[in-house]
């Protein structure tokens, strides 16, 4: 080391320092590999310098580092930064324009994102705009609508409510969604924004969002994680009053998890993200917020814990006091829990006296129509991440998972977040009709001695955010035809009728514009998707060469999942193939994802691919990969048919041939879902509702053997007949039947409205009710109903007076009479209800109330409670009836509310 020392510090002294280090390190590398060199060990500053800094190349990697350069724009256009990053600009159909207008190359380069679009800009690009005058006319046209819009107060008089949802499609350049339970929620903070109304939105930040989709040359599904570039993403760091950034914690057995709050300005509305990937957290944890459905169960776990606790105490730091927690789906289901936690630990409160407190105040909307869909976990995961809940809520352990079981006794069922939700929520609603008539028997079990069709389960069919969904073109025809409040009041179908006004040609010239604009997409995205799976030459010309204006176009896009049918189109592959061939061509084209575990909804893809390949087929079967909001908007936009074919009764709803029917384009559907209750003569197709085969394959060659029908006997007919004027004018009346009739029952403003009317409104009331007073009202209710409890099987049958149809058979136009004497033991008559039901057995079983009456309160003394009823006889028959009897209080919102039952 002293030789190595000295001989260096003789360098030091006579080379020169040019030639110093490559001669240092050749002579003394090894010597320096061997033994631990400091610079401080030499005399010589300049040495000990080099010494620092330089390092033998062959050893080296690059470690790049970071150096933020933002874009200088000028005071001028400083309007530009602040729209891009709200997005309200990505359904304002002028400041689209607004943006695209600036570069329409790079507009589309960038996936139409505005934040990436300006830092490209260089400042001669900003001299050329300031001095383009119609550009300046529009971007001071833009920038004074939208201040005008955001300084727009709110009703004072409205609730607060908080939003929760696993994921949101707001825009495809932030990937926190996958589907159409993302979408919906998107579209639902921006028609609060534009209602303004008071909604704040709680989510999760992806890093990496949902998978990318490529496809192999056989169809198989790759699937890739980007990391999104938060830099380019209209997204917020959230900071306290001294500028920290704000950021919660989860307490967990061994550690703690800390996430950070990022905003996202929707509009008016606010819109808050978690996210762990933050280096206080360990690699395992900093995941958990990586990817949307993403992971295993367990890390599906953590994402549920994360929204449901975090979002709560996101919530509570920033000083918000919601009266209405809406529970998109059961993936929030945890904001229950946390909320009853703090009500005991920091009010005070009994166990049952917060849980009124809370469930007057939650929203359960369940969107899945299958068991299966329902989140399920096993005990153990909540033993190793939630242990300590149960004692925080001063509840066994076995009451705790109680919570989240259909039967809560039962230690082999698992952890249901849906149960949770539905247990610790006053409402639940399905997303349509049949939805809601479905969702009640899915739910029957919770609620036992009520029949299905007597469940306090309604349903608000799902809508669409009409700006973010309908074409430029149509919206400024609307609005010349319309009168001017539309928008205020879209869901009116007195403007939609004026679309009939307007003439054919015109409504024409729009879906051929509409059309040409996909095909010019469709030429693009085919060759970059086709060349990527490395499909033949040959195929990719042909393809491209078929893309012509003249074809009928139907567009199928949406999950690959099996039960939405894909192939059905298919089941008669050679009627298919004169179909499409054809003097009146048909052109088809898919779009979607299937689920990374589903292997049946990829194969469904790869089946498609395999068809389009097929040479009758070639450019008459496409399938566009990596489907998006983007992908979807062109679709819905430009081709002439919609078509889905689930299986019923599966579809919950559906949103996708919504947006299409705000854009004039007519649905070929089964009457499931939003369809069932939207079909309308001459403005669209039907596969009828009911099932008329058990065996599923029986029903799908008929369904489709269906839909050939009406291609080949009504739809082709139709749409390639034209009149003297080159007008197809009966194809025209559909389009126009479809906006007039249909549009205006399906947008997001009507949607909102509804869930107002049917739900927030009064339970605003009622929540205030149960919380005025320090929480009076609810000790009140919890107390009742714990008397009841107590008392419930102490109720006795005294006397039953009934007509005896055996010895005198009631006649048409009698009455049936009943009295019910009974001695309630210290229950107050006022506490109880008896009721009559009337059904018809089908196979020894009662399966649904034909009529139900309750009984009248005659006289009570202490002793005994007298019950009568008088029913006239209107039907003749056999009938069966019942007595039920249940508890009563002017308190409960409806009965389900607490479900005891007795017969008689």
Avoid at 340 to 361: C, D, I, M, T
Avoid at 526 to 534: C, P, Y
Wanted: hydrophobic share 40%; charged share 25%; with cysteine.
């Amino acid at each position: 080391m002293k030789n190595i020392r000295n001989e260096a510090f003789e360098i030091s002294r006579t080379a020169l320092w040019e030639n110093l280090i490559d001669y240092y390190w050749r002579a003394y590398s090894i010597a320096l590999q061997k033994v631990q060199l400091r610079p401080e060990l030499f005399k010589n500053k300049q040495l000990q310098y080099k010494l620092r800094v330089y390092k033998p190349v062959e050893n080296e990697k690059p470690v790049w580092k970071k150096v933020l350069v933002k874009p200088n724009i000028p005071e001028k256009f400083s309007g530009l930064q602040d729209l891009s990053k709200n997005l309200w600009w990505s359904w304002d159909y002028e400041a689209t324009e607004l943006f695209q207008k600036i570069d329409v190359d790079l507009w589309e380069k960038l996936d139409h994102n505005p934040i990436s679009l300006l830092e490209e800009l260089s400042a001669a690009k900003f001299d050329e705009l300031g001095s383009n005058a119609a550009f300046l006319e529009k971007y001071n046209n833009v920038l004074k609508r939208f201040n005008e819009y955001i300084n727009e107060k709110p009703n004072d008089s409205d609730s607060q409510i908080a939003y929760f949802s696993m994921e949101f499609g707001l825009h495809e350049t932030l990937k926190i969604y996958s589907g159409g339970l993302g979408v919906l929620a998107g579209d639902y903070l921006k028609e609060a924004s534009d209602s303004n109304k008071k909604i704040t939105g709680f989510g999760l930040l992806y890093r990496y969002g949902y998978f990318r989709q490529d496809l192999t040359k056989d169809g198989s599904q790759l699937v890739s994680y980007l990391p999104q570039k938060f830099t380019h993403l209209p997204i917020q760091p959230v900071r306290d009053e001294n500028n920290n950034w704000i950021e919660i914690s989860i307490a967990l057995p061994g550690r703690t998890i800390f996430a950070k709050v990022w905003k996202v300005e929707v509009g008016r509305i606010n819109l808050f993200l978690l996210d762990t990937d933050i280096e206080k957290n360990s690699l395992n944890d900093r995941s958990i917020t990586h990817q949307l459905y993403g992971g295993d169960n367990e890390n599906r776990f953590k994402q549920e814990l994360l929204l449901g606790v975090g979002g709560i105490r996101v919530l509570e730091k920033l000083g918000l006091e919601p009266l209405i927690y809406h529970c998109n789906e059961g993936h929030a289901a945890f904001i229950g829990l946390e909320r009853l936690r703090s009500l005991v630990q920091y009010k005070n409160l009994p166990f049952s006296q917060a849980l009124e407190v809370v469930r007057a105040s939650a929203l359960f909307t369940t969107h899945t129509p299958v068991p299966a869909g329902h989140d399920i976990f096993d005990e153990d995961l909540l033993r190793t991440y939630i242990p300590h809940y149960a004692d925080r809520l001063n509840l066994s352990w076995d009451e705790f998972m109680g919570l989240g079981r259909i039967n809560k006794n039962d230690i082999n069922e698992k952890f249901s977040m849906s149960i949770l939700a539905a247990k610790l929520s006053q409402e639940i609603n399905g997303v349509s009709r049949i939805h809601g008539n479905v969702s009640k028997k899915l739910f029957s079990y919770l609620y036992k001695g009520y029949f299905p069709e007597e469940i306090h389960i309604d349903y608000v069919t799902n809508g669409v955010h009409y700006p973010t969904w309908t074409a430029g073109v149509w919206q400024r025809l609307y609005e010349k035809e319309f009168e001017k409040d539309f928008l205020k009041d879209q869901s009116n179908p007195e403007f939609w009728k004026n679309i009939q006004n307007v003439a054919d040609e015109k409504i024409y010239e729009i879906k051929n514009k509409l059309k040409n604009n996909l095909l010019e997409f469709l030429k693009e995205k085919l060759v970059e998707d086709m060349t990527g799976r490395h499909e033949d030459p040959e195929i990719i010309l042909k393809t491209i060469d078929s893309l012509n204006d003249k074809a009928l176009t139907i567009g199928f896009a949406r999950r690959f999942a099996t039960y939405k049918r894909a192939n059905l189109i298919f089941y008669n592959i050679e009627r298919l193939k004169k179909i499409v061939n054809g003097d009146k061509p048909v052109r088809f084209i898919f779009s979607g994802k299937a689920h990374p575990k589903d292997v049946e909804g990829q194969n469904l893809i790869k089946n498609i691919i395999e068809i389009s390949r097929m040479p009758e087929f070639i450019g008459k079967v496409i399938f566009l990969e990596n489907y998006n909001i983007n992908i979807a908007k062109k679709l819905i936009q430009g081709v002439d048919i919609w078509l889905n074919t689930p299986t019923r009764p599966f579809e919950a709803s559906g949103t996708s041939g919504e947006k299409a029917v705000m854009n004039g384009v007519v649905n070929l559907s089964v009457l499931d879902g939003w369809w069932a209750e939207a079909y309308k003569d001459n403005a669209g197709w039907a596969i009828k509702e009911a099932r008329t085969y058990n065996d599923q394959k029986f029903q799908d060659e008929l369904d489709a053997e269906t839909i050939y029908n009406i291609l080949e006997n009504e739809i082709i007919p139709v749409y390639y007949k034209k009149n003297e004027n080159n007008i197809p004018a009966e194809w025209i009346s559909y389009v126009k039947n479809t906006i007039s009739e249909i549009a205006p029952h399906f947008t997001m403003k009507r949607m909102l409205d509804d869930y107002y009317r049917k739900f927030y409104n009064k339970m605003s009331s009622r929540s205030k009710k149960l919380q005025a007073n320090n929480f009076e009202k609810a000790y009140e209710i919890a107390e009742w109903k714990k008397k009841i409890q107590n008392n419930w099987k102490n109720i006795e049958i005294v006397s039953v007076a009934l007509p005896d149809s055996t010895q005198r058979p009631l006649v048409l136009g009698d009455t049936f009479k009943a009295e019910i004497i009974l001695d309630l033991n210290g229950l107050n008559a006022s506490d109880i209800g008896v009721e009559v039901l009337f059904g018809q057995k089908e196979n020894d079983k009662v399966e649904e109330i034909m009529f139900s009456k309750e009984l009248n309160l005659l006289e009570s003394n202490e002793n005994t409670t007298k019950y009568f009823c008088a029913v006239p006889i209107l039907k003749p028959g056999v009938f069966d009836y019942v007595f039920r009897i249940f508890p009563k209080n002017t308190l409960l919102p409806h009965r389900q509310d607490f479900g005891l039952i007795k017969w008689i």
